[in-house]
Structures are given as C-alpha cells and as structure tokens.
C-alpha cells in the first residue's frame, strides 16, 4: 500500500482548518486515514501548525510520500530535513 502525508480538512466555511494526516494514496481528500501526525491552521496569527515530528520521522522512514504543502511544513518543522539526511 502506497501511503500519502497530505492535508484533510476539518474547518467550517470560511474557517479552513486542517489536519496532517497519512493515508493510502488512492483515498479522498477527506476521507479514511491511518493516523493524523499534526494540524494546520493557515488563518492563525502567529503558529500555523503543530506537528508530532517523531511519528512525520518514522513515517517517511517508511516511505510515506508528503504533498508539496506538507513537504514545506515538514521543512519548518524539522521533521523533513532529519529524515533525509
């Protein structure tokens, strides 16, 4: 099974908020997942995302592909440069 690190969104209309999830590659956007590793809130002020480095590690250890907005949150993070290196 091929798995994505990619975004799902939770928030209401016009209150996007979203969760950092992994799932199988051919799952909807917003549909089943296997775990959610952190949240993404684009609208905040000044922390825009929280994210459980520890399981983002393992996860790309394991092959997990992320999308290219969560590739660039990784890199903030941390989590993605670590797994690479």
Do not use: C, H
Request: hydrophobic residues 40%; without cysteine; positive net charge.
């Amino acid at each position: 099974m091929a798995t994505r690190i990619r975004l799902r969104r939770v928030g209401r209309k016009g209150i996007p908020l979203y969760r950092i999830v992994v799932t199988d590659r051919e799952a909807p956007r917003d549909g089943r997942f296997i775990e959610t590793i952190g949240s993404y809130n684009p609208k905040a002020p000044k922390e825009q995302f929280t994210v459980n480095t520890d399981k983002a590690r393992a996860w790309l250890a394991k092959g997990a592909t992320p999308s290219d907005t969560v590739r660039s949150i990784l890199k903030k993070a941390g989590a993605f440069k670590a797994a690479t290196a």
